[in-house]
């Protein structure tokens, strides 16, 4: 299938998608997150004394990589060219590294045709939702920090689109309600503060300064 949103001013942010008819190996995301497979790649990635040490933190900055394709992909695709792409964990793989760090996010369907202008609400419900209900169990780390990595992303990928001339609404809609479509208290609330100088700060912190050699992020809340 020849996907419209691989060209044209918003390429550069699905380029770490890849669609289903792409050679490389794809684990799905369901089972990527089992915990026998994320032990191995996490110790692979950082070390068995650090991930002895330190998991929360292993565990907040290895779903960074999985918030930064996935994201802005979904915002493009919906956004631009109003295409739903498959949100079940089971229907988007994840492209691993040697080591085991995810390199790219493929489709393990195709999707389907929808409204640009409607809510961002199925993404949260069914796609990130159980990601980082699953992650914060496995790894014993506040919902909150995973849901402000995700909302980091998502505010970055949505101010960088606007400012490229997409109408970004639903995204907007989704960062500024404090409730969710079910009523409960929507974890993506105002994750990023601008300072009067202009500094972007993060709400939660992602626990990187945890580890010297990993550091503060570049917007620590914890820096002011």
């Not at 992909?73 to 949100?87: D, E, F």
């Not at 793989?93 to 999707?111: H, I, M, S, T």
Request: with cysteine; charged share 20%.
């Amino acid at each position: 299938m020849n996907h419209p949103w691989a060209s044209g001013p918003y390429a550069a942010f699905t380029q770490g998608l890849l669609p289903v008819d792409d050679p490389r190996l794809a684990q799905s995301v369901h089972d990527a997150l089992q915990p026998a497979h994320l032990d191995a790649a996490l110790v692979r990635i950082y070390g068995q004394p650090l991930f002895d040490e330190q998991k929360p933190v292993l565990v907040s900055q290895w779903s960074k990589y999985f918030f930064m394709y996935w994201l802005p992909a979904i915002l493009v695709t919906q956004l631009a060219h109003g295409w739903y792409l498959p949100l079940q964990l089971d229907q988007v793989g994840l492209v691993l590294n040697e080591r085991g760090l995810p390199l790219a996010v493929k489709l393990l369907e195709e999707g389907e045709p929808g409204d640009a202008d409607e809510s961002l609400e199925p993404v949260v419900q069914a796609s990130l939702r159980p990601f980082i209900e699953r992650l914060s169990a496995y790894g014993e780390v506040p919902t909150a920090v995973l849901w402000g990595n995700a909302g980091d992303y998502l505010e970055q990928a949505a101010v960088r689109l606007q400012a490229l001339g997409l109408a970004v609404g639903p995204a907007l809609a989704l960062l500024h309600s404090r409730k969710s479509a079910d009523g409960r208290s929507n974890p993506l609330y105002e994750p990023i503060r601008y300072l009067p100088d202009g500094t972007r700060q993060r709400r939660s912190c992602c626990l990187a300064y945890k580890v010297e050699w990993v550091g503060h992020c570049e917007h620590c809340p914890l820096l002011v």
